[in-house]
């Protein structure tokens, strides 16, 4: 327990100097929320950091001492709302030493929505569409091209899914694997992404695989700002390989944990 020492010239008094006033996540994460304190009194103090949610409950809080003119960052960690949406949180200074709130900054969380249904192949291939040669692999539990012919192909995997209202598209993120044996007899390899409303692509995008390094496989994220207009929408991931011909002996390629993020109008 430290000892407070009183400045009878002044009392302390504390600020948030810097926080996050936009806070994005998925339903029921669990996030960090920082915030940076100082004390702008006169004298050493302790302050209680509290942090609400929309229904005004005391979510959590931490007690941290300052000194005059010291500044302090406090992480703070909170679970965000179940439902997707966007709700006004709160971050109260409660002065220990003089027992007033010094300071108040709200924060706007936002619980964005997962459009893709079964995204990590756990419901085998619930929900998609998948063309020859791809198929879940229901033991690793994931999509996977896993061939040994010399045919150049081009398919996909691919899910429709609703947007009922306007939305904003703010992210999307998979896990991919590519390898070739041997990788020499592979002139082109690449995962292709497209966003697409009819026949019309909205968005696109290619994740590559080189010959040199043979096997890619890692996370895939884009951040988008792609708004959609209430309707039916088609993602859709395309592997395709042009093999040359003779001696490729196995190519394969895996994709996983697919997302697709919505952020509420
Ligand atoms: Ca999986």
Redesign the pocket.
């Known amino acids: 327990m430290t000892v407070v020492a009183y400045s009878e010239t002044g009392q302390p008094s504390f600020q948030i100097a810097e926080y996050n006033p936009q806070v994005y996540g998925t339903s029921s994460e669990i996030t960090t929320l920082s915030f940076t304190l100082v004390n702008t009194g006169g004298a050493p103090g302790h302050a209680e950091l509290q942090l609400y949610n929309h229904n005004n409950q005391l979510l959590t809080w931490q007690q941290v001492a300052l000194q005059p003119g010291e500044t302090i960052t406090v992480p703070l960690q909170a679970k965000l709302p179940p439902s997707p949406g966007t709700y006004t949180w709160a971050a109260k200074v409660y002065n220990l030493d003089t027992g007033s709130y010094d300071d108040e900054k709200t924060i706007t969380v936002t619980v964005l929505s997962e459009l893709i249904r079964n995204g ?3 419901q085998g291939s619930a929900y998609w569409n998948l063309e020859n040669p791809w198929y879940v692999d229901t033991s ?3 999509a996977r091209a896993h061939t040994r012919t010399n045919e150049d192909f081009s398919a996909s995997i691919s899910q429709t899914f609703e947007v009922p209202g306007t939305v904003t598209l703010t992210q999307l993120q998979l896990y991919y694997y590519m390898y070739a044996s041997p990788p020499g007899q592979v002139e082109a390899l690449q995962l292709s992404i497209t966003i697409e409303r009819d026949t019309t692509t909205l968005w696109s995008d290619s994740i590559s695989w080189d010959q040199s390094t043979n096997l890619a496989s890692g996370t895939y994220t884009a951040p988008l700002s792609l708004q959609l207009t209430p309707g039916t929408y088609r993602l859709r991931i395309a592997a395709i390989v042009d093999v040359k011909r003779g001696g490729l002996s196995e190519l394969d390629v895996r994709v ?2 697919v997302s697709l993020l919505a952020a509420p109008p």
Do not use: R, V
């Open positions: 990590d192949f756990s690793l539990q994931l996983d944990n």
